[in-house]
């Protein structure tokens, strides 16, 4: 039963919301930044952590992968609706913010590999 996991999804979802509506306003920005995003990452986050802490069973964890999975079609649907031509066509704050955020993400691949890696078993 796949219906394991949602509350945890759900909790990560609002959390992400929340942060992404707290960035929009210090930003001045009327949105959210990046609030299904953030979601996602904590989601992931905390998915691995509970695993780590052996804080859910298996059938819960299975829930969580299962969700986990369908949330990154959600986040491509949702960013196909965004009007990108008027983004472009507004100046060159898109496309910085594009490539700087590209690029930060890209500099916390090495960093996250190192917090998060799982020690191998001899």
């Not at 989601?43 to 990154?72: P, V």
């Amino acid at each position: 039963m796949k219906i394991y996991g949602v509350a945890v999804l759900a909790a990560c979802y609002l959390s992400g919301q929340l942060l992404g509506e707290a960035l929009g306003y210090v930003f001045a920005f009327d949105g959210n930044i990046g609030g299904v995003g953030f979601g996602m990452l904590f989601l992931i986050l905390l998915g691995d952590f509970m695993k780590r802490k052996q804080w859910i069973d298996t059938e819960s964890e299975s829930g969580i992968y299962f969700w986990s999975g369908m949330y990154i079609p959600v986040v491509v649907a949702m960013s196909s609706i965004q009007n990108v031509q008027a983004a472009l066509t507004g100046g060159w704050v898109a496309l910085v913010v594009g490539i700087v955020g590209t690029l930060f993400c890209f500099a916390l691949i090495p960093l996250l590999s190192k917090w998060f890696a799982v020690p191998k078993e001899d």
